[in-house]
């Protein structure tokens, strides 16, 4: 026999075409721990928008309940989620729910897998999955987009934040007040998905994003994805000392969140960098040239905190 870690499989599970999750029985209210790509594509709903739910409060129906941390289920035992009404989506999502077991005794999770057909059926049906799943999950990808939002975390994504800028700098520019952007940038990112998964990197971008929006305490302040390990602020009428202060404020905090990180330059936790930008908009400039002092000031951070480990 051989050990698989918990993170290959994830990857696993995640690659699957049979829509999974598992459910944490020892928690309170059952909270949904995981989900895969394929029950997102059919349920309707995203990762962000299930883990840590309680499952108790999801299920519509389901015959002998994993209400109980301690009953043992029986292979065959159905639950019934109601999807999303989101494009693509099914009405209704029907699981085989299966125990599993992190020693003898009662079971520490359920797992609940989408019911299959009989074998007859079975290469058909899946050859129809696979083609499915693909539509569903660039229709549900497009209209995220066309929805203004980011997938993960639910805040604005990047064209309806440029949407933003372009409507606050002509605002700005006529009533001849200061506009100032932050660019955060999750140091490492991309290493801390490969080590830790999709969905934990998504956790992470939102317990992150949680740090910077609960530092912003102006109703016209926004925050907005703006790319993979970037987050971007806009704040109207602030002067540069207070924006430089408010960027520090939020990385401390990151930092104090304490996620661990085992490629992290910066110790052994998430951190991010920043990078700002200043102006008072005139006719003549354009909103892009915000984002580029600010995306300068950022490589400028990157830079000289290499230069630091180097020496």
């Known amino acids: ?52 739910v309680s499952w108790d ?76 799943l693909s539509v569903l999950r660039d229709a549900r990808m497009q209209l995220r987009r066309l929805d203004g939002r980011d997938s993960a975390t639910g805040v604005l994504n990047r064209r309806a934040f440029d949407e933003m800028l372009q409507r606050d700098w002509v605002i700005a520019s006529r009533e001849q007040r200061n506009l100032s952007l932050i660019l955060f940038r999750i140091d490492a990112f991309a290493d801390y998905r490969e080590v830790f998964g999709r969905h934990a990197a998504d956790s992470c971008l939102r317990k992150v994003l949680h740090a910077i929006t609960g530092s912003l305490r102006r109703a016209g302040d926004v925050a907005a994805r703006f790319a993979d390990d970037r987050f971007v602020v806009l704040l109207n009428g602030c002067e540069a000392v207070d924006v430089e202060r408010l960027a520090d404020q939020i990385a401390a905090k990151v930092r104090h969140l304490s996620i661990h990180h085992p490629r992290s330059a910066n110790g052994r936790f998430v951190a991010v960098s920043s990078g700002m930008g200043h102006v008072l908009p005139t006719g003549s400039a354009k909103p892009v040239k915000l984002i580029k002092l600010a995306e300068k000031t950022l490589d400028n951070a990157g830079h000289d905190a290499q230069q630091q480990d180097v020496g």
């Open 1 to 52: 026999m051989f050990n698989i870690s918990r993170i290959i499989l994830k990857q696993a599970l995640d690659l699957s075409p049979v829509a999974t999750i598992i459910v944490d029985l020892k928690s309170p209210g059952h909270p949904v721990v995981f989900l895969n790509s394929a029950f997102e594509a059919l349920s309707g709903y995203d990762a962000s928008e299930l883990l840590g």
């Open 57 to 132: 409060e999801l299920q519509t129906n389901y015959a002998s309940g994993p209400h109980d941390g301690d009953t043992v289920a029986r292979i065959g035992e159905t639950a019934i989620l109601e999807c999303h009404p989101r494009l693509g989506a099914m009405e209704q999502l029907q699981l085989e729910m299966m125990p599993l077991y992190d020693r003898p005794g009662a079971p520490r999770y359920w797992m609940g897998a989408e019911a299959r057909q009989v074998p007859d059926q079975l290469e058909a049906a899946d050859v129809e999955r696979e083609s499915l």
